[in-house]
Every structure is written in structure tokens, then in C-alpha cells.
């Protein structure tokens, strides 16, 4: 029986982890949960499994929380309590199915005691890679990707030599705006860029998957995870979603990992590794597929590809800047405060606005983070 700590437990990742972890009554059980807002639902997850602890970010959502729900169960507030969980309580594996910078200092936490990340939060690598990694290696932690692109890799590399590998290839749907013109960005609505043709992901994912951010970020994520270098990172547009991510190795031969696009697969194998469980997933029908399509993705269109090469190459708190910028960017397109075509306007603007720290310690990557974010809510 593995105790699971979820970081995020009402949001798209939340929700299809604890679909998994309900498959396997007798392997998992979780004692800890974390939400920002969503009290609604996370009552009813209390009801179902039963967890010792909870997380409320909110203070107010977590008083309502203690006035209405009689059960036995622990309920903490504020940001710190997220912390505090990863730092404290009983658990084996711990889950950030979070979005956004705040999933960074409580999977530090977790990391600091050696115990195995299954990690949907692509950010907590973005803005920390390199110090992420060497806590890792020092505390002697585990890190297993749930993005279904970094999981499919992470399986193409079991039993193979680094050195062997000569290319990541990374997919990508080229999200909802993929047979658009970039002349039109400028009036695309948020109902539009929510509309995603393969995915059923949270509000903030699914923009970054119509800016093309997401696979940007996880270019930079890949970097950390396996540690290959930009020029051996390499995207391709795939609109079926079947192909996850490939692996290309010094003799041409590719290594690819495939499936119904269902974020479950991914998050039982990250679980479950080196085991795989069987399950009532959907099968991959190849003869149904009739045709898989690639092609190189269109640099000038999709802007935030390029800023996230650019970062990735210039290290430092770049990436951090980056990440900042686009979470606010995001959000005030989401308000409809800005158009869809100022996001990677407001990145370009941060990133020329702050200096670059090229050896950041922790303690400055969350000052640039921000001071970032104060400066984009101002543009």
C-alpha cells in the first residue's frame, strides 16, 4: 500500500489521479490533499478516501470548509500549509498535479526527504531545473514526469544508454488554432482558445496549448529531466495525439511511446512504476487510426516556442522570468484583459525588462518570480 500525498486534488490532473488511485483500492491510499478553491468537490473527495489531512489555500474557503464538514479529518490554510504537508506528513509518493509556480517550494519540501515525485507541476522545472536536480541527487528523491509527452519519453529510455540517444522528439496537437492564421490572434475569444480538439485540460493548460507555451515549457522541463541539451530537443506537430513522444538514437532507429490520449495512462505509470497494473483504459485501435501525420511547427506563428528556446539557452533566472510573465499574461487573457496576441508581447516585454541573474540561488528565483508578476500586472 503506497500513501500518496496530492498536491492539486480538484483540478483536471486531481481528478484523473484520484480516478486511477480509485482502481486500486488495495496499492494506494491518500492521506493528504490540497486544493486552492474548490471546497465543493474536495468534500466529496474527503468523503470517498478519507484523507487525515487537508489543504485549503484559501483561508476563507477553509473556514467554510471547518463550519460545514463534521468529519474526522485535519484542515489546514494558507500557502505555508502546503509546505508544511510535503515537509511533515506520512506518505510515499508525492503528486503535484498543481499548476503554476506554486507547486515549486512544496516539491522541494518532498525532494529534501528522498521521497519519489510524480510530477505533473512542468513550472517547478522550468523556473529551478538545475537546482531541482541537484536536490535530487543529493537527497537521493526520485523524479517520475506525468506529462504524458516527458512520461512517454521516460518509457522510451528504460533500458537504454544515454549516450546511445541522439534526439527527444516531443508532440504536439498544435492545440485548437492550428489551421489559423497568426493575423488572426488578435480576435481570438477565450471560448475559442479553450476549445481544444484532444485534450480535456484546466483553463491555464489549455491557453498555453493554444500559444504553443506548453510545449515550449517542456522543452526546458525535458533539459532537466533527462539532461539533454536544446539541439537535442526537437518538436514536431502531430494532431492525433496517438504518438506521446519519441526517442532517437545514434543509429536512426526510433523508439516511440503510443496511446489513446488519456491522461490516466501516464499518472498510473508514474504511480505504479516499474510495475505496470492492468486497467479498463481504452485500447489504441490501430486500423481505426488510419493515418498519424507530422510536421515542423510554425516558429513565427507560435512566438512563446521561440522565447522558451531563448531562455532555455540563456539560463539563469530567464526561464523563471518567462514562466512568471506567462502565468500573469495568461491569466489577465483569461479576464479578457488583454488579447490573445499581447501574451507573448507581455513575456518579450519582461524579459527585456530584468536582468539576468546567471547563478540564481533559490531565494532569487522566487524574488525574480515576483517581481515579474508584479511588473506584468502593471502592463
Known amino acids: 500500500?503506497?500513501?500518496?500525498?496530492?498536491?492539486?486534488?480538484t483540478g483536471s490532473i486531481g481528478v484523473n489521479s484520484l480516478n486511477v488511485i480509485r482502481k486500486f483500492p488495495d496499492k494506494f491510499s491518500v492521506p493528504v490533499l490540497t486544493v486552492n478553491n474548490n471546497i465543493k468537490l474536495l468534500q466529496k473527495q474527503i468523503e470517498e478516501f478519507h484523507p487525515e489531512t487537508v489543504v485549503v489555500v484559501n483561508e476563507?474557503?477553509?473556514e467554510e470548509l471547518r463550519n460545514n464538514f463534521k468529519g474526522n479529518c485535519n484542515i489546514l490554510s494558507g500557502?505555508?500549509?502546503?509546505?508544511?504537508?510535503?515537509?511533515q506528513t506520512d506518505y510515499d509518493i508525492f503528486l503535484g498535479a498543481v499548476v503554476g509556480f506554486s507547486g515549486l517550494a512544496p516539491t522541494i519540501e518532498a525532494i529534501k526527504r528522498g521521497k519519489r515525485i510524480a510530477l505533473a507541476n512542468k513550472e517547478t522545472l522550468v523556473v529551478a531545473g538545475e537546482l531541482i536536480t541537484k536536490l535530487v541527487e543529493e537527497h537521493n528523491a526520485e523524479i517520475i514526469p506525468v506529462?504524458?509527452?516527458?512520461?512517454?519519453?521516460?518509457?522510451?529510455?528504460?533500458?537504454?544508454?544515454?549516450?546511445?540517444?541522439?534526439?527527444?522528439?516531443?508532440t504536439a496537437s498544435g492545440g485548437p488554432f492550428l489551421n489559423i492564421d497568426k493575423k488572426s490572434f488578435s480576435t481570438v475569444t477565450v471560448k475559442e482558445a479553450l476549445n481544444h480538439p484532444n485534450w480535456n485540460?484546466?483553463?491555464?493548460?489549455?491557453?498555453d496549448s493554444a500559444t504553443m507555451m506548453n510545449k515550449g515549457l517542456e522543452v526546458i522541463e525535458a533539459r532537466w529531466l533527462f539532461g539533454f541539451l536544446s539541439n537535442q530537443i526537437e518538436i514536431v506537430i502531430h494532431p492525433q495525439s496517438i504518438v506521446h513522444s519519441m526517442v532517437q538514437f545514434v543509429d536512426g532507429s526510433i523508439k516511440a511511446q503510443l496511446g489513446y490520449p488519456d491522461m490516466r495512462l501516464p499518472i498510473q505509470f508514474a504511480l505504479t512504476y516499474p510495475d505496470r497494473f492492468k486497467n479498463d483504459m481504452v485500447r489504441t485501435d490501430m486500423p481505426k487510426l488510419k493515418e498519424l501525420t507530422f510536421f515542423e511547427p510554425d516558429y513565427q506563428k507560435y512566438e512563446c516556442?521561440?522565447?522558451?528556446?531563448?531562455?532555455?539557452n540563456e539560463g539563469g533566472t530567464a526561464p523563471c522570468i518567462l514562466n512568471a510573465a506567462n502565468e500573469i499574461a495568461v491569466s489577465r487573457f483569461l479576464k479578457e484583459e488583454i488579447k490573445f496576441s499581447d501574451i507573448p508581447i507581455f513575456i518579450k516585454n519582461a524579459l527585456d525588462n530584468f536582468e539576468n541573474h546567471s547563478i540564481p540561488d533559490i531565494?532569487?528565483?522566487?524574488?525574480?518570480?515576483k517581481l515579474t508578476r508584479d511588473y506584468v500586472s502593471t502592463l
Open 1 to 9: 500500500m503506497k500513501k500518496i500525498l496530492l498536491l492539486g486534488s
Open 60 to 62: 476563507n474557503k477553509a
Open 79 to 87: 500557502k505555508d500549509a502546503l509546505c508544511a504537508v510535503a515537509a
Open 147 to 170: 506529462d504524458s509527452e516527458h512520461n512517454a519519453i521516460f518509457q522510451c529510455l528504460l533500458g537504454e544508454k544515454k549516450e546511445l540517444v541522439e534526439k527527444l522528439i516531443i
Open 201 to 207: 485540460m484546466g483553463d491555464k493548460i489549455t491557453i
Open 305 to 312: 516556442l521561440n522565447l522558451a528556446y531563448q531562455v532555455l
Open 363 to 369: 531565494e532569487t528565483i522566487f524574488e525574480c518570480d
